[in-house]
Antibody, heavy 123, light 110 residues
Framework: EVKLVQSGAEVKKPGESLKISCQGSGYNFLSQWIAWVRQQPGKGLEYVGLIFPGDSDTRYSPSFEGQVTMSADKSLGTASLHWSSLKASDTAIYYC????????????????WGQGTLVTVSS | QSALTQPRSVSGSPGQSITISCTGTRTDVGGFNFVSWYQHVAGKAPKLIIYDVTKRPSGVPDRFSGSKSGNTASLTISGLQAADEADYYCCSYGGWYIILFGGGTKVTVL
């Protein structure tokens, strides 16, 4: 069974750093893209970016380029999302999802999702 | 690129059919057959219900169907059930590693 398990909820202050994680199991984690998706309070889903854990190739949505950093740890089978200086507007639920990507960056589907990590940034 | 356009809400009575539209442009929805739909119940992980415009993953009831005409994709839920109450999001490939979500549609079963 494919499973993506995310790290727990976080409460941080503006300016602090944070890394949240997503651990995959039940499939070859290194050979499938992982996407990050944001849902701010009361709003819809937004695509953050993609990472290929096998070689850490990353692709960011233009809206998130420079705002977050994606990384992967092959030995742990995890993908991570990192902020160096959080803002209140980063408050959201962040989901990781396995992405079926064809050659040329063609997204076919997000076929398995993590349970989400709630990030709250407040002074 | 802008998000795809969905109606904010759609409602129907049990047993009825409803359709949710997802409008993009010729560079995303209209240009490729890579539209997917997700059902999202608050507090749970989103769930894939349609991909490649019309395909259903195993385990998804055939009450859910997808279609596309021009720059607009649609999700139809037939035989509406109380369990179908959720937010529904469309998603489209929009070119080289470009991925777009719709704003989401809240489905209410009356």
């Amino acid at each position: 069974e494919v499973k993506l398990v995310q790290s727990g909820a976080e409460v941080k202050k503006p300016g602090e750093s944070l890394k949240i994680s997503c651990q995959g199991s039940g499939y070859n984690f290194l050979s499938q893209w992982i996407a990050w998706v944001r849902q701010q309070p009361g709003k819809g889903l937004e695509y953050v970016g993609l990472i290929f854990p096998g070689d850490s190739d990353t692709r960011y949505s233009p809206s998130f380029e420079g705002q977050v950093t994606m990384s992967a740890d092959k030995s742990l089978g995890t993908a991570s999302l990192h902020w160096s200086s959080l803002k209140a507007s980063d408050t959201a639920i962040y989901y990781c999802a396995r992405a079926q990507i064809y050659s040329g960056g063609v997204l076919e589907r997000f076929d398995s999702w993590g349970q989400g990590t709630l990030v709250t940034v407040s002074s | 690129q802008s998000a795809l356009t969905q109606p904010r809400s759609v409602s129907g009575s049990p047993g009825q059919s409803i359709t949710i539209s997802c409008t993009g442009t010729r560079t995303d929805v209209g240009g490729f057959n890579f539209v997917s739909w997700y059902q999202h119940v608050a507090g749970k992980a989103p769930k894939l219900i349609i991909y490649d415009v019309t395909k259903r993953p195993s385990g998804v009831p055939d009450r859910f169907s997808g279609s596309k005409s021009g720059n607009t994709a649609s999700l139809t839920i037939s035989g509406l059930q109380a369990a179908d109450e959720a937010d529904y999001y469309c998603c489209s490939y929009g070119g080289w590693y470009i991925i777009l979500f719709g704003g989401g549609t809240k489905v209410t079963v009356l």
